[in-house]
Structure formats: C-alpha cells, structure tokens
C-alpha cells in the first residue's frame, strides 16, 4: 500500500503514500508468493464460519459485519470492538458553540504513543518465532519499536485463534491478535500491520479506479468484505496516490473465491501479483509518514480516510472533511478532541 493509514482513535481505513509506479505489479527485488494459500485463503477471523452480516455504526460510519462467537468481524480479519458499535447513528460532528455529551470525551487513541508497541505472547501459541521474526521486520523497517509489556495497560496479545485476526490501532486495554498455525509470518506482519493502524489496501475510497470487484465470484456471506466505508461520489483521479499492489494489506485476486476465478481484478480486467513476504516501499513510506521519527509531525495524504479522535474523517485538498448522515460529505474541524462543523 503506497500509503498507509493510521487511525488515532477506533479504526480507520488504510494509509498509502503517492508515487507514479505504485499501481504496477510489484516490482522484481520484492520477493513475491503466488500459492494458492496466499491468494485464495485471505486472513480470516474464522476462515470456515460465516456468520451473521448486519449494518452497524462504528466511527461515525456505517459498515457490515459478521457476529460469529460473540465477535464482530469486518474484512474477514479485522475485529471492531462491540462497545464501540452502535445500531443507529449517535452524533460524533457537532455545530460550533454545542458542548459535547459526555460519551465524546477522554477516548483512547489509535495511535501507539512515542512509536512504542507493548505486546506479550500466550505461553501456549505455537511457533512464537512467526511473532519474534515479524516484529524484527517491522522494527527493520520503520520507526516503531515493539516491547514485551511489564504493567503497562494498552498492549497487543498473540494468542491462538481459528484464523489470522487483529483489531485495528491502539484501542486500549489488552487487544489480541490471533494467529492460527496456518498462519505464517507473513500473515502475522499483515495483522501486526492492522494493529498499528493500517487497513486493507482494497478499501481505498478510490479503489475503483484502479481494480474491479467481480461480486459474481464472491463466496455467499463474504460480499460485504469487498466494500469501502463510502463512496464520497469524487472523481479518483483528483487523489494524489494510487493504490500498490505490492502492499502486505493487499487482498489477492483469488481472495474469498467460490469458484476458482478471480474476485479483484485489475481496472484492465487482468489479474496481479499478491505477496505476504515483508513491507512493499509504500507501506514502509507510508508508515513512517505516520510514525515519523524524532518530534516530527505526522503526514496526512489527501484522499484517504483516517479515524481521528473517535471519527472517520477523508482527508481532501488538505482540509477535512466527514460523509454522513442528511448532510452528505461536510468540511470539519478538529478543536480540543472534538470534531465541529466547519
């Protein structure tokens, strides 16, 4: 993902830097994995379990998930805290001069402080070196730096699960991350990648310039994992990045396939090359726009969604904007924690 996304409070949708290349297949030097496993068994939560698909609220946008076990699950992989859902819309934008209720105040933030991430590993999670190898990567080759928790209270937990899954940026308290033994180092990056902030590549609000959703050849149940957070209705070429093929948070073409045929294709109808191996250039850039290192301020890139103070809000023309409800996409302001109509 050229550009990566990194939310700063509850989930937020992927965060990608701009270069003319990006919409290539990777290139050479970046080891790609064509198997099967990788292009058709994307990381799912519970990878043999389709639950029940409902509308619910979540940042201050509509989204649908699956409730298997008691937990909500978007994109296959990612994990949406049930406190933080909601089956009707509550208001997150307020007009200048309004006080906040109570509930809009002392929220969490998604982003790990001081580029710092506390984890620990369940003593019973087989092949703990799919975790230790990942955060040496991740550590390789950007800013953020991973260490085992003593007390603190907001850290990652590897444990074992039914599938490969992560909840996505720092949500507060103990988050697990649940790792499989057919998940592989690759796809323990990918979740470290949600946990940190990222969100899957696909899910660009421009996506559509660049790939094509074949729905027919979706599994029954899995459709929704295929759909943004909205479409704003704005022309993609007015964005400033594209989409990368070669991200680590890049579904496959193959990804929840019925039938053996191709789910995403690209924008020419051809397929691409998908790997789960390390970091693209793109997501490294973009996570270190995000995690920039010394006091430098974060980088935001136009055109993509972040979720800032409990609101998913699109960057656009170096403004902010928010899509919802009757009043369609609102330029807004961030002042003291709380987002205002602009």
């Known amino acids: 993902m050229r550009r990566s996304k990194l939310l700063y409070l509850l989930p937020a949708l992927a965060f990608l830097s701009c270069s003319e290349d990006s919409i290539n297949d990777p290139q050479p030097k970046e080891e790609l994995v064509g198997t099967e496993e990788v292009l058709t068994n994307v990381e799912a939560a519970y990878p043999q379990e389709i639950g029940k698909v409902s509308q619910v609220y979540y940042a201050g946008m509509e989204?649908?998930?699956?409730?298997?076990?008691?937990?909500?699950?978007?994109q296959g992989d990612i994990m949406l805290p049930a406190e933080a859902l909601t089956s009707s819309p509550v208001k997150v934008i307020y007009e200048k001069g309004e006080t906040p209720n109570q509930k809009s105040t002392g929220r969490t933030s998604g982003k790990w402080p001081n580029n710092t991430v506390y984890y620990a590993i369940d003593g019973n999670l087989s092949s703990k070196n799919r975790v230790t190898d990942a955060i040496k990567h991740w550590?390789?080759?950007?800013?953020?730096?991973?260490?085992?928790?003593?007390?603190?209270?907001?850290?990652?937990?590897?444990?074992?699960?039914?599938?490969?899954?992560?909840?996505?940026?720092?949500?507060?308290?103990?988050?697990?991350?649940?790792?499989?033994?057919?998940?592989s180092t690759g796809n323990t990056i990918h979740e470290i990648g949600h946990a940190i902030g990222l969100w899957h590549e696909q899910?660009?609000?421009?996506?559509?310039?660049?790939?094509?959703?074949?729905?027919?050849?979706?599994?029954?149940?899995?459709?929704?994992?295929?759909?943004?957070?909205?479409?704003?209705?704005?022309?993609?070429?007015?964005?400033?990045?594209?989409?990368?093929?070669?991200?680590?948070?890049?579904?496959?073409?193959?990804?929840?396939?019925?039938?053996?045929?191709?789910?995403?294709?690209?924008?020419?109808?051809?397929?691409?090359?998908?790997?789960?191996?390390?970091?693209?250039?793109?997501?490294?850039?973009?996570?270190?726009?995000?995690?920039?290192?010394?006091?430098?301020?974060?980088?935001?890139?136009?055109?993509?969604?972040?979720?800032?103070?409990?609101?998913?809000?699109?960057?656009?023309?170096?403004?902010?904007?928010?899509?919802?409800?009757r009043f369609g996409m609102k330029k807004v302001v961030l002042i003291n924690g709380t987002w205002y109509y602009a």
């Open 63 to 74: 989204v649908s998930v699956e409730e298997i076990d008691g937990e909500y699950i978007y």
């Open 139 to 183: 550590e390789a080759n950007t800013n953020l730096k991973f260490v085992q928790r003593t007390s603190q209270s907001n850290y990652i937990y590897f444990t074992s699960g039914s599938g490969c899954s992560s909840y996505v940026g720092m949500i507060g308290g103990k988050q697990n991350i649940t790792l499989s033994s057919s998940c």
């Open 203 to 325: 899910s660009r609000v421009d996506r559509d310039k660049h790939i094509k959703i074949n729905y027919e050849n979706i599994q029954s149940g899995r459709e929704h994992n295929f759909k943004t957070y909205a479409d704003m209705g704005a022309d993609g070429a007015e964005f400033t990045s594209n989409l990368d093929f070669g991200s680590i948070m890049m579904y496959g073409p193959y990804s929840f396939s019925k039938n053996g045929s191709p789910t995403i294709v690209k924008a020419n109808g051809s397929t691409y090359s998908v790997q789960r191996t390390s970091l693209s250039a793109g997501d490294k850039e973009g996570v270190n726009s995000m995690y920039p290192s010394g006091s430098t301020e974060p980088t935001y890139i136009n055109g993509e969604y972040y979720t800032i103070a409990g609101v998913t809000v699109l960057r656009y023309y170096n403004n902010w904007y928010y899509l919802g409800g």
